[in-house]
């Protein structure tokens, strides 16, 4: 039976629960995976200003994490470097404003259980996690972490998950610092990343980049929302030229098995 009152207070709880903040992306993932390392934007166009971003460097010199404005790219020796404003990104994604949700991430709560922990607190405020990207912030102690970064290409046509098939792992047993990151919808058709992809950087700025394993200890996580925009893609071919599907589990997500070196 159709509630008018109840639907007037469903409006006004996703009302009070949107996000006015806007999530932006430079170049689609699979134009980047196809081997575009090209600049796509510069640092500070992208991230200036901006409460949170990932991405990689042009020409694959890096992962790339941004905070606060503050912005670093992480090269072959997983030490982090601070980039300059009109330095340029192959692929970036920034968060800008919108309104702050502070969620619990429980201790001992994985990086493939982290998804979920999220998808349960947007699930309890009755919002899609096919409609809306999120924009995380994770700070505080965390256990076995493993981070990743990549090497510039070796070879013209070189793909970028035939580069991730040699990144570099670093392992720490105990890690101080934050993440920082986004939830795309499960289904991107090579647009953007599926799923929770996060990139770190330490308390110390000795240690960071690509997330690929870790345990949360204690942690302060806040979760900005938007709602979900198509990608644009100012590449001659269009959002994601004719590249061939992508095993976004593969080569960004977690690792099952820490033994498994590259």
Request: net charge negative; charged share 25%; glycine share 10%.
């Amino acid at each position: 039976m159709h509630d008018p009152a109840l639907k007037r207070a469903q409006n006004a709880l996703q009302k009070r629960f949107r996000s006015d903040g806007a999530v932006e992306q430079a170049r689609s993932a699979g134009r980047l995976f196809a081997g575009d390392f090209s600049q796509a934007a510069t640092v500070g166009h992208h991230f200036g200003n901006s409460l949170l971003g990932l991405g990689v460097m042009h020409d694959i010199l890096g992962e790339v994490v941004s905070l606060h404005g503050e912005t670093w790219r992480v090269p072959m020796t997983g030490v982090p470097i601070p980039v300059d404003a009109e330095d340029g990104v192959a692929f970036a994604i920034a968060a800008h404003g919108g309104r702050r949700h502070r969620m619990r991430v429980p201790s001992g709560t994985k990086l493939e259980s982290t998804q979920h922990v999220i998808d349960d607190y947007l699930a309890r405020h009755h919002r899609d996690t096919h409609q809306v990207v999120c924009a995380i912030e994770m700070h505080g102690q965390f256990t076995d972490v493993v981070l990743r970064t990549v090497a510039p290409p070796q070879h013209h046509g070189e793909t970028l998950g035939e580069i991730i098939d040699d990144e570099i792992r670093f392992a720490f047993p105990t890690w101080t610092g934050t993440m920082v990151g986004f939830r795309f919808p499960d289904t991107s058709k090579s647009e953007t990343i599926p799923g929770l992809h996060l990139h770190g950087i330490a308390d110390d700025r000795q240690s960071g980049g690509h997330l690929r394993s870790m345990v949360v200890d204690n942690v302060t996580t806040y979760l900005w929302i938007d709602e979900l925009h198509p990608v644009h893609d100012d590449g001659p071919d269009g959002d994601i030229d004719h590249a061939d599907p992508v095993d976004f589990d593969r080569y960004e997500g977690p690792i099952n098995d820490l033994s498994d070196s590259p």
